[in-house]
C-alpha cells in the first residue's frame, strides 16, 4: 500500500514535459527595416524552419533559421527592387552565398506578466553570434500558440561594414544606419 501510495505522489508531482512545437512557416512573418541619412528601406525575409518551446503554456525557449537569399525589399518599385535586394544579399552586406541563413535561439524565456516575456537569445548573422535581449508577446489563442517580438540589432557586431560610421569615417550623406529593426509575429499549431 505504501510503494502505491508513494508511486501516486511521484506521478502526480511530475510536471507536464516540455513540448518543441514547429512554428508555421507558411504563415509567420518576419520584416525588417533599416535605413541611411538619405533614406528608409523595409521589407521581409522568410524562416526556413522554427519551433517554440513550451511548458505548461508557459515559453521557455526556441529556435529559428532564417533564409538569407529570401530578402525581399517592400518600399522600392519593381522595377529597382532586385539591385537593392541583390546588394543586400552581397558580401557588402550580408553575404548570402557564404552564409546562406541566421539564427536566433532563445536560451531564456522570462514571464513579466499578462503574456509578456523577456527573452534572451543568441543571434547568429554571417557566422558570429552575439546575446541580444528584447520583449516579446507569447500567448494560448486555444488553437496553438501566438509570438511576437520588435527588436533591434546593430550590424556592425556582425562585420556587416558597408557604409557603417563604425568603419568608416566621413561618410556624411552616404552613412547606412547599424540599427536594423526585426518585427516578428509567429505561430505555432499545438
Do not use: C
Not at 509567420?28 to 518551446?53: C, M, P, R, Y
Not at 511548458?55 to 518599385?77: A, H, Q, W
Amino acid at each position: 500500500m505504501l510503494q502505491l501510495i508513494f508511486s501516486l505522489l511521484l506521478l502526480t508531482s511530475n510536471p507536464a514535459p516540455a513540448q518543441t512545437l514547429p512554428v508555421n512557416v507558411e504563415k509567420s512573418v518576419v520584416k525588417w527595416e533599416g535605413g541611411s541619412v538619405a533614406t528608409t528601406h523595409n521589407g521581409t525575409i522568410f524562416l526556413q524552419s522554427g519551433s517554440l518551446d513550451v511548458e505548461k503554456g508557459s515559453l521557455i525557449g526556441g529556435r529559428f533559421v532564417i533564409d538569407m537569399n529570401t530578402i525581399i525589399n517592400l518600399d522600392v518599385p519593381q522595377a529597382y527592387r532586385g539591385k537593392l535586394e541583390n546588394h543586400l544579399k552581397s558580401d557588402d552586406f550580408f553575404g548570402s552565398v557564404t552564409f546562406p541563413t541566421s539564427q536566433l535561439v532563445i536560451q531564456k524565456a522570462t514571464a513579466q506578466g499578462n503574456d509578456q516575456y523577456l527573452i534572451l537569445a543568441d543571434l547568429t548573422i554571417r557566422g558570429i553570434s552575439k546575446p541580444i535581449e528584447f520583449p516579446a508577446k507569447f500567448e494560448d489563442n486555444g488553437t496553438g500558440y501566438l509570438a511576437s517580438a520588435t527588436f533591434t540589432f546593430d550590424r556592425a557586431a556582425y562585420e556587416v561594414t558597408h557604409r557603417s560610421g563604425s568603419f568608416f569615417q566621413g561618410l556624411g550623406d552616404k552613412l547606412v544606419f547599424d540599427e536594423i529593426t526585426i518585427m516578428v509575429s509567429l505561430e505555432a499549431p499545438r
